[in-house]
């Protein structure tokens, strides 16, 4: 029997990428999966897609949340709360999987006995165009040289979320803080990290990434680089990134949001 893969996507008010999103995961190679929709409080026509979706496939659960508490660390906490299998994976309601995502990552995951495998993507617009690579790894070619993936994780986020396919444990916990929305997966990887999880990068674009005007994550921004610099506050106070990478990495930061404010 194939190993059981829990995919987990928070929902609020998606419903012009939802049905997309949906299928991408149910049209999938690898089968043996269970779809947990969170509906994150959506006040628009997402119910009414989510149980469309759920009368027609019995993978699929429903989590209705009655409250929204801003951002996608909650609805993902509650679906990890039910999930029952052996690995976790996450898309967001506007992102599209490739059908052999599952299939190649579950095998890849196996074989090399990671902890995590994460991967790379394209690029896509608001009609699901392609438009290029998502440029997610520019930084990381960059220091890959010169320091370990350890100290990497702490300039930039290397790991899309959406990619991810991850063994389940019970340390998987986002940041529910509301001043680290969009940072929360950011968080969770640094730690993951530091304390000995193996992440492997599997060297295929298997993700079509939504690039448009309602993406939560604007990380390559001033509101951005200031949550960067809130959340490297947070691992200093909690001792899970050394002094040197703070300042430095905090002194990146500082430097991309003056350079943000002199071109504007």
Known sequence: MKSLVSVIIPIYNAEIYLEETILSVLNQTYENFELILVNHNS???????IEKYQQQDKRIKVITLDVNKGGPGYPRNEGIKVATGEYIAFI?????????????QVQFLQEREADVVHTLAYSIDE?????????NQRVYNKFKYFFSIQS????????NI??????????ICFSEDVNLVAMEDWKLWMESILNGKKVILLEEKLLNYRIHNLSASKRESDIGYRKSLHLLSLMLLEKKIPLRHFIFS???NLFKIALKNLRS
Request: aromatic letters at 10%; zero cysteines; glycine letters at 2%.
């Open 43 to 49: 006040n628009d026509n997402s119910k009414t897609i």
């Open 92 to 104: 967001d309601s506007d992102d599209v999987w490739l059908s052999e995502k599952l299939e190649r």
């Open 127 to 135: 009609k699901s165009n392609i438009t290029g690579t998502f440029m």
């Open 152 to 159: 990497i994780i702490y300039y930039t986020n290397f790991i």
């Open 162 to 171: 959406n990619s991810v396919l991850m063994k389940k444990d019970s340390n």
């Open 250 to 252: 905090s002194i990146l």
